[in-house]
């Protein structure tokens, strides 16, 4: 149910690493420094920055459905990422002795970090409105047996802002079952689980 937040996260976190790129360009040609607007260095530099720092966004898992919308881990991995980028191109401009300007690296840092963040923040409350009206909620079937169920039933439909709802319930097993017994269970399990089209199973 998370496709789409990802893809947006995608699009969005693009433009804003693209947007913090220009800004850190032009601010620091802006500055009286020996930088051309045509200057390949720094125009090569804010397209490697860009490409490198997605591309740590995915490895870091800034995408995984598993933390997209709910708690920190979301906002966590993106500045982790984003310190990552930047450690590695202020490691490689020393070793290689580059002649870059601190102002730009510390601009375009710190716009990205700021754009990728009121991005991840903006998709965050479209998701909860949406998840209000009961969409991109995570189809979920409940396997327990007596309060315990139902007390994990009530917590998950209490607040769909949550992210999730439940669509079937299913008991658990006999204490004293058999290998065919157990057999059969998981079978139905599986049967509702396909059934009721859920993606997410809470025991």
Do not use: C
């Not at 893809?7 to 020996?34: C, E, H, K, M, Q």
């Not at 800034?62 to 933390?67: C, G, N």
């Not at 047996?145 to 439940?166: C, E, K």
């Amino acid at each position: 149910p998370l496709r789409v937040y990802a893809t947006r996260a995608v699009i969005w976190d693009l433009l804003a690493l693209i947007a913090a790129g220009i800004t850190g360009f032009i601010l620091r040609w802006s500055i009286p420094y020996n930088v051309e607007p045509t200057d390949i260095t720094y125009v090569s530099l804010v397209v490697v920055t860009v490409l490198a720092w997605f591309a740590v966004l995915v490895l870091r898992g800034a995408y995984d459905t598993r933390v997209l919308g709910v708690g920190s881990e979301e906002f966590k991995r993106v500045v982790s990422a984003s310190a990552t980028v930047f450690a590695i191109v202020a490691i490689v401009a020393f070793a290689l002795k580059l002649d870059l300007s601190r102002g730009f690296v510390l601009i375009t840092f710190a716009v990205g970090l700021l754009l990728l963040l009121v991005v991840r923040w903006t998709l965050r409350a479209w998701l909860r409105h949406e998840r209000r009206y009961g969409h991109f909620l995570h189809r979920t079937v409940v396997i327990g047996d007596g309060q315990a169920m139902q007390d994990i039933t009530d917590l998950l439909d209490r607040d769909p802002v949550a992210g999730f709802t439940v669509v079937d319930v299913i008991a658990d097993p006999p204490a004293d079952f058999t290998e065919a017994q157990l057999d059969a269970w998981l079978d139905e399990v599986m049967t509702r689980i396909s059934l009721q089209d859920a993606d997410t199973v809470a025991v």
